[in-house]
C-alpha cells in the first residue's frame, strides 16, 4: 500500500508529525470523531496549535492522516504474519487472526465505535479498501504456493477474508475472535485440499 502521508522532510518535524497523528489515533478512540477539537490534539501531542495546523488544515484531514497510519499497520501485520516462518495453514490463520484481532481491539472496543465507522466510511474509505485489497492479494499469493490451493487460491481468499470478517463482527471478545477465527481457517483449508484430491 503506498503511503498517503506526506511527511515532513526534517527528522524533527517528522518526529512531530508522527507525534501528532498517534495522539490523535487515540484521542478519536476515546472521545469520537465529534469530541476531538484541533486544540486538544495540539495539546495532547504537545505542540502548538500553529505546528498543527501547518501539517493538517482541519480534523478532516487529521483523521484521514490517522486512518491512513491504520490502514497501513493492519496491512504490515497481516503481511508479516503471512510470510513468517512455518507451515502455510498456521500462516494463513494467523494472518487472518491478526487482521481481525487489530480492528476489534482498535475500533471495537471503543465506545464510540460506530462513529468512528462513519467517519471512516466517509473521510478514508478508499484508503481502507486499497489496505483490503493489497491484503487479499498477498493472500492468494501465498495460497498459490500450495498446489492443491493453486486453482482455488482467488474463491477461497474471498472466501477466508470475508468470512472471517463475518465471524469477528459477532464475537463479543479478543480470546473468542482468535478460536473461531483458527478453526474457521483450519475447516475451510482442509476443506479446499479435500475438494482438490476428488478432481
Not at 505542540?47 to 498543527?52: D, E, N, R, S
Not at 465506545?111 to 484508503?127: N, Q, T, V
Not at 475472535?177 to 483458527?182: F, H
Amino acid at each position: 500500500m503506498k503511503s498517503r502521508l506526506a511527511l515532513p522532510a526534517d527528522e524533527a518535524e517528522r518526529v512531530r508529525f508522527k507525534r501528532v497523528v498517534r495522539a490523535a489515533d487515540e484521542l478519536f478512540r476515546t472521545y469520537g470523531f465529534r469530541g476531538v477539537t484541533m486544540e486538544r490534539v495540539a495539546r495532547e501531542a504537545a505542540v502548538a496549535k500553529a505546528t498543527l495546523y501547518s501539517y493538517f488544515k482541519n480534523k478532516d484531514e487529521l483523521f484521514v492522516a490517522v486512518s491512513n497510519r491504520m490502514a497501513a499497520l493492519l496491512a504490515k501485520a497481516f503481511t508479516g504474519a503471512l510470510e513468517a516462518g512455518g507451515k502455510l495453514d498456521d500462516r494463513v490463520a494467523a494472518a487472518i487472526v491478526t487482521r481481525r484481532r487489530l480492528a476489534f481491539e482498535l475500533y471495537r472496543l471503543s465506545p464510540h465505535a460506530e462513529e468512528l465507522h462513519s467517519a471512516k466510511s466517509k473521510l478514508a474509505g478508499e484508503i481502507f479498501a486499497e489496505a483490503e485489497r493489497e491484503m487479499e492479494a498477498r493472500l492468494v499469493q501465498a495460497l498459490r504456493d500450495d498446489t492443491a490451493l493453486k486453482p482455488g487460491a482467488e474463491r477461497l481468499t474471498r472466501a477466508l477474508y470475508h468470512g472471517s470478517a463475518e465471524i469477528a463482527s459477532r464475537c463479543s471478545g479478543v480470546a473468542e475472535l482468535e478460536t473461531e477465527l483458527r478453526a474457521f481457517v483450519a475447516t475451510h483449508l482442509a476443506g479446499a485440499r479435500a475438494l482438490a484430491r476428488r478432481h
